[in-house]
């Protein structure tokens, strides 16, 4: 019965390159959300998708972030062009329907040196 | 503009006695709380959670309290046992849709379980 998978659990990126985070939802979840953390701070909602779907995405920076939820495969969290200020961890949280209860995964550790 | 805060950042008790971990919140349209518990290098555990139709849950150790005049919750974990000490994050959400799904946390408590 596994759960949240998160991928990689780090992943270091030089300025200006391009950070792929993944996400692979508890089966049978299609609710996926994204958070990130940052130092000292708790963590903060980036965006919610449910399959093929982008349904909030309030949080999310509006340039060089994206998020998507394919049909198969896992949401994947995108950040293109990476600054030192994206360096935190990023967490994804799945929930079988959108009322219920979210459950983590285990985070990347984003580093942009 | 901190709609949830935690304003104790680390609290020590002895094993064997109650911690008790506080969390306030501005937004009246909260609706329902959760508490979840985190370890370092891992993500978030779910915890336990209140309605704001109750004042009250329990999960054997844990039991969750919520004021709502006061716009206050806190967790009560009787014993503590030194496996508790963690980062403990207060999470609240809203019951308008669309946006209801999204969980605005506090900054965490560091709750260290001293034997």
């Known amino acids: 019965n596994a759960g949240v998978m998160q991928n990689p659990r780090h992943l270091v990126r030089r300025r200006g390159q391009e950070a792929r985070l993944r996400c692979s939802p508890v089966?049978?979840?299609?609710?996926v959300y994204w958070y990130r953390q940052l130092p000292e701070e708790g963590l903060k909602f980036m965006v919610y998708?449910?399959?093929?779907?982008?349904?909030?995405e309030s949080g999310m920076p509006k340039e060089r972030f994206s998020a998507e939820f394919p049909k198969e495969g896992p949401s994947i969290l995108r950040i293109q062009q990476v600054v030192r200020g994206d360096s935190a961890a990023y967490f994804c949280?799945?929930?079988?329907?959108?009322?219920?209860?979210?459950?983590f995964g285990p985070g990347t550790r984003l580093l942009v040196l | 503009d901190q709609q949830v805060k935690q304003n104790s950042p680390s609290l020590s008790v002895q094993e064997g006695r109650i911690s008790i971990l506080n969390c306030d919140y501005t937004?009246?349209?909260?609706?329902?709380f959760l508490w979840y518990k985190k370890y370092p290098a891992e993500g978030p555990t779910f915890l336990i959670s209140?309605?704001?139709?109750?004042d009250k849950n329990e999960d054997g150790r844990f039991t969750v309290f919520l004021n709502k005049s006061a716009k206050h919750l806190s967790l009560h974990i009787v014993p503590s046992q030194p496996g508790d000490s963690a980062v403990y994050f207060c999470?609240?959400?809203?019951?308008?849709?669309?946006?209801?799904?999204?969980?605005?946390f506090g900054s965490g408590t560091q709750l260290t379980v001293l034997p």
């Open positions: 949280a799945s929930s079988p329907r959108g009322w219920e209860t979210q459950y």
């Open positions: 089966k049978g979840h299609s609710h």
């Open positions: 998708l449910q399959k093929e779907n982008i349904i909030d």
């Open positions: 209140i309605s704001s139709i109750k």
């Open positions: 937004n009246s349209m909260f609706d329902y």
């Open positions: 999470a609240a959400r809203k019951s308008s849709s669309g946006s209801a799904r999204q969980l605005t």
